[in-house]
């Protein structure tokens, strides 16, 4: 078992402590005001005070993690495809047309995988292109142009 | 109330009209089409079809709209079973077991009982609706902020601590997504909180960011790679071993009945019941049933519940937004938007100026449930097939859908960025062992929790006594405290022995 299996538990704590601090941070910068004139903190650092001795807890009583739970490395390409994928989609839609965001966002999440080919990746997102703007554009008639400037 | 009994039936001729019966029927496929596709949530669902409804009679269109509802609802369902995408934060419940179950080829089952589910807590939750709207409207009436405000509390406590891994992990998402609700302009004074100056936030974050994020991007980078293919099984099997058996059914029944009545319960709570439903319905059948460690791990009971609390909630969200007006949720704020849009002003009067109307509508919630069976019974096998597409080309084609679906809940491209930073975030949870469920049951909570609270100290002139002063309120308090206990106890009994982890037989 790993070290980060067997303390599991303690990085969880220290992550929702954490978040607890942040929050009772920026409440405390917006004003708690009084329990009769509450601020737009007061919500806020109650929580962050709630998530913070949770967070404590947590780390305190930790157990090990269960033998079934694999923590297992990221997978450092598919997830570098997948973010790269959903960046594209978003840069490509807003500034060239859906055409090339569909395009992009399958292709690039497709090669994620060590298994699939390049010629796979190109057919499955040809194929999801063709299907994606022919129900979003032309079924649905989503106001978003298919490519800017050409195909409105 | 013989008046409401002549209104339904009144109700029942309009709807059977043939073509308002036919319009429904599509409104039941289209939605049903759209909203299986993987990151269309209903609410995605109806905002890119409800502009198909403006050409048309008012009565066809609502018509058309409350068929499309329930198909996005339950495609949304069977996108969640089958490949944990969850849109809807009920159905983040059904994905605890629905999708453990698809894993070891019964998604068939999950698919048929979740259907059955669905039209039973509906069909209960109409019946309840008209005839003891007027009593639930006088015990509502006695809920001031106090009482819903530690209602909510109880809700939230019982609905945390549902998941597999301790109670603590539990409320700490819950709290988790009570605070990502905050974010945006507050309410009450105009500040903005948590926004870190990024202008798209001061409107505070969409649900399906949130959810698709953490579910589905989550589970995307979790199975990229993975090495055993979901669903492979199921393939193999025959077209029969995909319905539900009679032992199946009779396992999920009285969890069915269970849930539809706690469902009409938590209906009392306009907008968020549904929500509360489903989370409490799944936390009963966990502490009722024999075997809760089976929890999680793909028990029937465990998608028959919260799927039929939801339905018979639903009727609740409804039922105010025609007849006074105010929309419980964002959805039920587009029905609205298109009743307007056909001329149609919803309010007290709604019911006496136009009876087609609402009576129509009503009756069509039971036509859409039915036609909904009469579709999707056959459709099960082949739902079930698409599962025998290899994952590998799946996820990329479920990724694109999740852009676009985010995108077109509030056409703002920012949230897909913001989807992908949850899917991360979501990645972590998981691997720190929580589970991210109730951060939804915080997150459409939390806003309505936070009003009430400021409300009822307001109120009180800053005096927390008023939550136990009221006996009503008092109740509830008492059992949060109760569960509190209960929960400790449990805990200091488990920690005694030596400690066996339960999950680990079944993985």
């Known amino acids: 078992m790993t070290g980060f299996a067997r303390n599991r538990d303690v990085f969880a704590g220290l992550l929702i402590a954490l978040i607890g601090a942040g929050a009772i941070a920026e409440g405390w910068q917006l004003g708690i005001g009084g329990l ?5 903190g007061f919500f806020p650092v109650m929580l962050g005070a709630a998530l913070v001795l949770l967070g404590g807890a947590m780390a305190v009583i930790h157990a090990p993690a269960p033998a079934g739970h694999h923590a297992t490395s990221p997978d450092w390409r598919g997830a570098a495809a997948i973010a790269l994928a959903v960046v594209l989609f978003v840069l490509l839609a807003d500034n060239v047309g859906l055409l090339p965001a569909i395009f992009a966002c399958v292709f690039v999440a497709a090669l994620g995988t060590r298994v699939t080919t390049l010629k796979e990746a190109l057919l499955l997102a040809a194929g999801v292109t063709i299907f994606g703007i022919g129900l ?17 | 109330m013989p008046s409401g009994l002549v209104g339904l039936l009144h109700g029942f001729s309009v709807a059977l009209e043939w073509h308002n019966l036919m319009w429904c029927f599509v409104g039941v496929l289209v939605g049903n ?6 990151g269309m949530g209903v609410l995605s ?25 329930y198909g996005a609802q339950y495609g949304g369902a069977i996108c969640s079973i089958l490949l944990n995408l969850p849109c809807h934060p009920p159905h983040a419940v059904t994905c605890l077991d629905g999708y453990p179950m698809t894993k070891s080829g019964r998604g068939g ?8 589910a669905a039209i039973i807590g509906a069909a209960f939750g109409i019946v309840q609706m008209i005839f003891l709207a007027p009593y639930i409207a006088s015990i509502a009436f006695k809920f001031g902020p106090q009482e819903i405000c530690s209602l909510m509390l109880l809700g939230l406590l019982a609905g945390s601590t549902l998941a597999k891994g301790s109670a603590l992990k539990g409320v700490a998402m819950t709290i988790l997504g009570i605070l990502l609700s905050l974010v945006g302009t507050d309410v009450n004074t105009g500040n903005d909180r948590f926004t870190f100056g990024i ?7 969409e649900l399906v960011t949130v959810s698709l994020g953490l579910f589905g991007i989550a589970e995307f980078l979790k199975s990229v790679n993975a090495v055993a293919p979901t669903g492979k099984r199921a393939v193999r099997l025959g077209f029969r071993d995909l319905r539900p058996q009679r032992a199946d059914v009779r396992a999920a029944m009285p969890a069915i009945l269970r849930g539809t009545v706690l469902g009409s319960l938590c209906s009392l709570i306009p907008g968020t019941g549904p929500t509360i439903a489903s989370f409490i319905a799944y936390a009963t059948e966990k502490k009722l049933s024999k075997t809760p460690e089976r929890f999680g791990h793909g028990v029937i009971e465990g998608v028959a519940a919260p799927e039929a609390s939801t339905h018979s909630a639903v009727q609740g969200d409804f039922i105010p937004t025609m007849s006074l007006g105010i929309p419980g949720d964002a959805v039920m704020a587009l029905l609205l938007g298109a009743l307007m849009i056909h001329g149609i002003q919803p309010g007290p009067r709604l019911i006496i100026e136009q009876p087609d109307i609402f009576w129509g509508l009503i009756a069509s919630f039971w036509i859409g449930n039915i036609m909904l069976v009469v579709l999707n019974v056959p459709m099960i096998g082949l739902w079930v097939r698409l599962l025998s597409v290899p994952y ?3 996820y990329p084609a479920a990724l694109f859908f999740v852009c676009i679906g985010v995108f077109a809940a509030r056409n703002e491209m920012f949230d897909v960025g913001a989807t992908l930073l949850f899917g991360g975030f979501g990645y972590l949870l998981l ?14 909570l939390g806003p309505r929790l936070e009003e009430n609270f400021r409300r009822a100290l307001l109120l009180s002139r800053g005096s927390l006594e008023t939550f136990i002063d009221r006996p009503i309120s008092a109740f509830f308090v008492a059992a949060c405290v109760l569960l509190l206990v209960a929960q400790a106890v449990a805990a200091w009994r488990r920690m005694k022995p030596p400690i066996r982890v339960p999950e680990a037989a079944f993985d």
């Open chain 1, 36 to 40: 009769s004139n509450m601020g737009s």
């Open chain 2, 392 to 394: 590998r080309f799946l």
């Open chain 2, 431 to 444: 691997q720190l062992g929580f589970e991210p469920a109730p951060i939804l049951l915080g997150f459409v």
């Open chain 2, 199 to 205: 202008i798209e936030l001061s409107d505070g974050l």
């Open chain 2, 45 to 69: 669902s109806i905002s890119i079809l409800l502009p198909l409804t403006f050409a048309m009679q008012p009565v066809s269109a609502l018509l058309m709209l409350a068929g499309i509802y």
């Open chain 1, 136 to 152: 979003f554009s032309y079924v649905l008639k989503v106001p978003f142009p298919i490519l800017r400037g050409v195909l409105n």
């Open chain 2, 109 to 116: 089952v999950a698919l048929g009982i979740t259907m059955l």
């Open chain 2, 33 to 38: 089409l759209v909203g299986v596709l993987p």
